[in-house]
């Protein structure tokens, strides 16, 4: 049986999150994981990652669905009502202000700043995808090369997505990236590392 907290304790957590978190759902759970399972500990890493796999199962965003659960698990449906409120409404006034703000500048398609924006959204959501990363592949436990050989043959959206980082990797740095052997399900890929994680010694 998970432990119970005060309401308060909760509102304030979720409303903090709801004011800070930016970036989309992947983005929000790394979020969520520093904040309940690291710091506050609510719950482990293996609770948190049921919890995680059961709301990709169910339909709709499943940042939006952890929020609902952490806070039902926390606090009862109180919780999970006060949790989903404190975490969804911020961004949702913003984006209204947001729009009002919008309309009343008149055309901004290709405005400088609007291109920041976007920017600064693929900013936060590689940082925090290359700490999930860590988490999942610590660099020690790869086999980094220079010219790692050619993957084994592993078919599927894995060596796709080799594929793609690696082509990537070479439009932004004009050259080939190091790679790992990364093994998964019984083969070994050769991925390459982006320019944003750290690169082998």
């Known amino acids: 049986m998970p432990k119970r907290g005060k309401l308060t304790e909760l509102v304030g957590a979720f409303l903090r999150l709801g004011l800070t978190s930016f970036g989309g759902p ?9 904040e309940f399972v690291e710091r ?9 990652g049921d919890l ?8 709709g965003p499943a940042s939006s669905q952890v929020v609902f659960a952490l806070g039902m698990r926390r606090a009862g449906l109180p919780g999970a009502l006060a949790a989903s409120l404190c975490f969804i409404l911020p961004s949702a006034l913003a984006m209204i202000l947001f729009a009002y ?17 976007k920017l600064a959204a693929v900013a936060v959501v590689a940082l925090q995808s290359r700490r999930d990363v860590l988490d999942v592949f610590p660099m020690d436990s790869v086999a980094c090369s220079e010219n790692a050989g050619p993957p084994d043959a592993l078919p599927g959206p894995a060596a796709a997505a080799g594929a793609v980082a ?19 399900g019984g083969g070994t890929i050769d991925f390459p590392i982006p320019p ?6």
């Open 26 to 34: 992947v983005a929000h759970l790394g979020y969520f994981r520093a």
């Open 52 to 59: 995680v796999a059961l709301c990709q199962m169910l339909p």
């Open 101 to 117: 703000g919008v309309a009343s500048l008149g055309s901004v398609q290709g405005a400088g700043w609007i291109h920041g924006l």
């Open 40 to 48: 506050r500990r609510w719950l482990d890493d293996e609770e948190f």
């Open 166 to 184: 690696r082509g990537l990797g070479q439009i932004l740095t004009g050259k080939a990236a190091p790679s790992c052997l990364l093994a998964i």
């Open 196 to 201: 944003f994680m750290p690169q082998p010694p």
